[in-house]
């Protein structure tokens, strides 16, 4: 790896790349430097010939927390503050796209990744891990499509990816609620393919499935992804770009303020569809 990163940590060995999530964040919450780096950390993985499986993983006790909303407060606040005008709004547009690119990346990278979940993935986390393309996890995980709650339409990669991954009932159920499921859940639904019994071990299973991919004839691995990947380029794309426009219209709004106060309040929010 050529460059150093403030929010991910990458180390390689056997021909595997392990990404590990470090914040700075509380939880591995998602700020500036995530949203700038991990693009490039995977585009650099990708381009070296020696990595030929990533293993995605969290640090401490949770695998992310998902939007840091306070360290992304520029993105959210000009719209918020001048919703009637149109350059906040085409701003937050670009600003999305960009964000929306950078889970992208992990999808687009040719080299096979395997999330490794502990502890809670929530909202920007659920993104995140549906743009990889193999899910494990510890039996304290924790996940949630909780944007709904904050009055925000999931918009980076969980409502167009995740209907390729779950059956449609048990989509809405996760995104219409924004309700918390455990590992247990997860896996009877097939977020996740495997539950082990703590971190560690998922961590080990991770990398055991990476190792097996990595004794494997390497642009075959790349030729069995891109088929696999193909069928879902242009169906994510197109969800991706309208959730983009639909966001940039209607998410400035009375209830997305009372969502992210009442967060930051610690208290149930009181929404009125304003």
Not at 220 to 233: A, H, I, M, P, S
């Amino acid at each position: 790896m050529g460059s150093a990163f403030e929010s991910l940590a990458v180390d390689v060995a056997d021909h595997v790349a392990r990404v590990t999530l470090l914040g700075p964040g509380k939880g591995n919450a998602m700020g500036p430097a995530f949203w700038a780096e991990l693009p490039v950390a995977f585009g650099e993985l990708d381009a070296d010939p020696d990595i030929r499986a990533i293993v995605l993983t969290g640090s401490g006790k949770n695998f992310s927390y998902g939007l840091d909303l306070a360290a992304m407060g520029d993105t959210l606040g000009p719209m918020m503050a001048d919703g009637s005008s149109a350059r906040p709004r085409a701003d937050f547009h670009a600003r999305l796209k960009t964000m929306q690119q950078s889970i992208t990346a992990v999808a687009d990278c040719r080299t096979p990744t395997i999330a490794s979940v502990h502890g809670w993935c929530i909202g920007g986390g659920v993104d995140l891990i549906s743009a990889v393309d193999i899910r494990y996890a510890s039996a304290d995980a924790k996940f949630s499509v909780r944007e709904v709650k904050l009055a925000i339409v999931a918009d980076v990669g969980s409502l167009a990816r995740l209907p390729l991954i779950l059956s449609d009932g048990h989509l809405r159920e996760l995104a219409l609620t924004g309700k918390d499921i455990d590992a247990a859940r997860a896996e009877k639904i097939g977020l996740v393919n495997d539950v082990y019994d703590d971190a560690e071990a998922s961590l080990a299973a991770a990398h055991a499935t990476a190792a097996e991919i990595a004794a494997n004839p390497p642009l075959t691995v790349q030729g069995v992804k891109d088929v696999l990947d193909e069928q879902r380029t242009a169906q994510v794309a197109a969800s991706l770009r309208y959730v983009a426009a639909w966001n940039s219209a209607f998410l400035p709004s009375k209830d997305l303020s009372e969502g992210i106060t009442a967060m930051f309040e610690k208290r149930p929010p009181s929404f009125t569809g304003e």
